[in-house]
């Protein structure tokens, strides 16, 4: 054998190992990119002992306040649910309540936290996280009692979206919908959180009689305790424009009921739920707006239990309303269901009643033109476990009587202007 053919040999096979052992490395470096990629590595945690805060607006400034950051993370946008005030950090969702702003729970997530929306009762949050480190890795929703940070459900983007992430996301308690631009037109897709599955999908302009649907304006939907409400515009044969409201049932697509009005213009109304997340006074707060507005320049309309079941749109007047000294200082709702709202405040009908009481007697404490103290009404404040607390939320009664404490507002209201 040439001596110059065992170099060459020699030569060859250490390339060949050093190859091999690039191939393994890239091997290794792909498997464990993948494996962070597709890792939810979760880290979740709970404190029993911390109970659940009612917030008021004050509560929220205070949290925009006292946390730009929370351990060191940029804390990106704070959410109010029916348990507290949540923390969005880039991987991370903390709930924090009380007056001292104690942990509830918090759930960290590899990835980052896209999008999150809370559900109708306030008690579910939905959350959007695209997992992994690589630019490819995929998207996850998770869902999380509020209550405790407990997971619900968790599924990919690919199979909860359709294959897709394009278009507006609107999540009740049970099911998630997903409105997404089709050319002139906009389809539906209905899936059921619990499972993943599609319940049903359709076009929007099949909710028109015409089936002609004005996407100029586009679709609003509200996720509702039950089903979904679409505020659209459908365009009638002679010209003119007909707006509808139409509660949709989530699992199957059909229609609890619609109310319709003809309009001369396109121009969805606005739709509002009194949950157990609203905060009264908040900049979403469309309820205390319409209470607000003296002159009455929205025309609003209460709608008891149609959020919730196939009950109809019929209007609804609260009790505070029947008296007179305060139909001279609020704005009354519409009483007459063929007069077309600007908007609509869905909700049960105590939580109603209670709502406009509460928030109308703290419209007139802060009315400068009122002669009105706090100490006017003896249940806006009171003492919980020795701490002062000011009610300015239906739930704050939510273990007594709601039509007593609807009363005894409504009562020193009276009093508070002149009445009897």
Known sequence: MLPGMSIVNSVSSRRKYVYASIFIAAALLIAGSLYFSFSPGVEYSSDPDVESHVLSSEDMKRARDDFSEYEGDEVNDIIATADGAVLVLRDRLVSVGGPDWREMWSYERR??????????????????????????GSVSVVGLRSSNGDSLYEHSADSLMGGGQDGDYYFSDEYFMRISVEGEDMSMESYELDSGE??????????????????????????APVGFIASLNCLADDGGVRQLLVHLEEDRGG???????????SENIDMFYLSGATVPGATDDLLGQALASRNGDIEYAFVADGARMAAGADYVVPSVFDYQPLREVFPVPLEDDEVRPDLVVFGMPAEIELQVAVQGAWQLVQDPEADVEIEDFSILEFRDQGELVRATSYRNWEEQSSPSAVRTLINEMILSLGGE
């Open 111 to 136: 990835g980052e936290v896209r999008q999150v929306f809370v559900s109708p009762s306030g008690k579910r949050i939905h959350v959007l996280f695209g997992d992994g480190m690589l630019p490819w």
């Open 198 to 223: 599609l319940s049903w999908e359709g076009n929007v302009s099949s909710l028109c009689a015409t089936g002609r649907f004005d996407s100029s304006v586009g679709l609003d939907v509200m996720p």
């Open 255 to 265: 229609e609890y009921w619609r109310e319709e009005w003809d309009a001369e213009e």
